[in-house]
């Protein structure tokens, strides 16, 4: 059957296979596809002139890797980082990020449904891709190629230049 007019074939649900993560008490998922690695949090190095969701950077088995707080990104209340968070490495976009989460809840295949675009969304949803319904509420899946705008992601290209000439390399 095709869509009627004002429906579109994006309007269907689809499986998709995602990590589960927990931030301020409230469930989110990542497509699984752009997740590479999980470990516990540790410190970072402040990275200044980074664009506002930078918590720092870290040095994962000689990279040097951007550390995105979600809880900044989206809005949520700023807490410390603890021993007891999370960081997910995955890709957004060609870049290797951490991303900071409270906790891990697992992988799941959810039923998800796309998005309207993301100039459509109030700011705080302009980085989901889809929305699943579960037994107890709503998990909203996060697009990690949107993490970080085009000005983000050059102020992160020249904070991390302007910190190696400074340091000689933060390797």
Do not use: K, W
Not at 5 to 14: H, I, K, L, P, Y
Not at 19 to 30: I, K, S
Not at 106 to 119: F, K, M, S, Y
């Amino acid at each position: 059957m095709e869509p009627s007019q004002g429906e579109t074939a994006s309007s269907s649900v689809a499986r998709r296979e995602v990590l589960l993560f927990e931030l301020n008490q409230q469930r989110y998922a990542l497509p699984l596809s752009g997740v590479l690695e999980l470990t516990r949090a540790c410190a970072v190095q402040a990275l200044p002139s980074a664009p506002m969701p930078v918590l720092g950077v870290l040095n994962l088995r000689g990279q040097v890797v951007p550390v995105i707080d979600l809880r900044r990104r989206l809005a949520l209340p700023d807490t410390a980082l603890d021993p007891n968070d999370y960081f997910v490495f995955a890709r957004v976009g060609p870049r290797l990020v951490g991303l900071r989460v409270d906790r891990l809840l697992g992988i799941q295949e959810l039923d998800a449904t796309p998005t309207a675009d993301p100039p459509h969304l109030p700011a705080t949803l302009a980085y989901v891709s889809g929305v699943a319904a579960v037994a107890d509420g709503v998990i909203l899946i996060y697009d990690l190629d949107q993490f970080l705008s085009g000005a983000e992601s050059a102020a992160l290209d020249s904070a991390l230049s302007t910190a190696r000439e400074q340091a000689g390399d933060l390797t």
